[in-house]
C-alpha cells in the first residue's frame, strides 16, 4: 500500500541543524520529494531525489534516503527563523505521476 | 510571470450551496491536480486530470466535481454533497521532469 508518514513537531534553536524524517512504504517510488509550506501558502519544492541516490546537498540542504530502511530525511544546516514552516515528504511511482503526501511536520525555530 | 492562480483566497458558504473554486494556469503543463489540506492530516487528492477533456477521481472525490476544458484551467466545485466542506484547498499543476508539482497559494472554504 501507499502510506507516508512524519512526526507532526520539531522545536530547534537558531543556529542549530533540524533533522525532519520521513518513512514510506512503496518500494516503487522513484521520486522523493521535499516540501515547504509557509503559513496561509501553497507548497514549494525544496528538492527532491531519485530512488537510485542515497544523498543530494543543496546549499544547506542535505537529503538522505535509505531505500533497504524506506526511509527518508532532509537536514537544515544553521537553522534560522525564516526555515519555521511545515515540511512535506511526498513520493511518486513515476515522472508526473500524483505525488503521495506525509502529514507535515511544523518546524519551530527558537531564537 | 509563469505560475499558477487560484481564486477567491477566501470563500464562504451557506450550508447547501454549491461554490466553484477556479484554477489557473501559464506554465502550459498538461496535468494538473486538486488537494485538500486538513491539520495534522497533510494533503489529501481529490480529482487530477493528465490531458484536457480527461480527468480522474482522486482518493477522496465524493461530493466534489471538475472539467478540464482547456488546458490553462481546472475548477473544482463544493457541491452540497460534500458533508465536511470547510478546509484549505490546493490546486497544482505539473510537466515534464522531475514529476514536481508546482501549486497555487490556496482557497480557505469556510461554511458556515
Known amino acids: 500500500g501507499e502510506d507516508v508518514e512524519q512526526s507532526l513537531f520539531l522545536s530547534v534553536r537558531e543556529g542549530d541543524s533540524s533533522v525532519i524524517n520521513c518513512t514510506y512504504t512503496d518500494s516503487s517510488s522513484t521520486y522523493l520529494y521535499w516540501y515547504k509550506q509557509e503559513p496561509g501558502a501553497g507548497l514549494q519544492l525544496l528538492t527532491y531525489i531519485f530512488s537510485n541516490m542515497d544523498m543530494k546537498q543543496d546549499q544547506r540542504l542535505t537529503v538522505l534516503l535509505n531505500k533497504k530502511d524506506k526511509h527518508l530525511s532532509l537536514r537544515i544546516a544553521d537553522t534560522q527563523t525564516g526555515d519555521s514552516a511545515i515540511y512535506f515528504c511526498a513520493e511518486s511511482k513515476n515522472q508526473g505521476g500524483k505525488l503521495i503526501f506525509g502529514q507535515g511536520t511544523e518546524l519551530s525555530v527558537k531564537p | 510571470d509563469g505560475g499558477i492562480t487560484q481564486s477567491p483566497k477566501y470563500l464562504f458558504r451557506k450550508e447547501g450551496q454549491n461554490v466553484t473554486l477556479s484554477c489557473e494556469q501559464n506554465?502550459?503543463?498538461?496535468?494538473m491536480y486538486w488537494y485538500r489540506q486538513d491539520p495534522g492530516q497533510g494533503l489529501r487528492l481529490i480529482y487530477y486530470s493528465q490531458i484536457v477533456n480527461d480527468f480522474q477521481k482522486g482518493d477522496i472525490a465524493e461530493g466534489y466535481s471538475v472539467s478540464r476544458e482547456k488546458k490553462e484551467s481546472f475548477p473544482l466545485t463544493v457541491t452540497s454533497a460534500q458533508k465536511n466542506p470547510t478546509a484549505f484547498y490546493l490546486c497544482a499543476s505539473s510537466g515534464e521532469g522531475s514529476g514536481e508539482l508546482f501549486f497555487g497559494e490556496g482557497s480557505r472554504l469556510t461554511v458556515l
Open positions: 506554465l502550459n503543463h498538461d496535468a
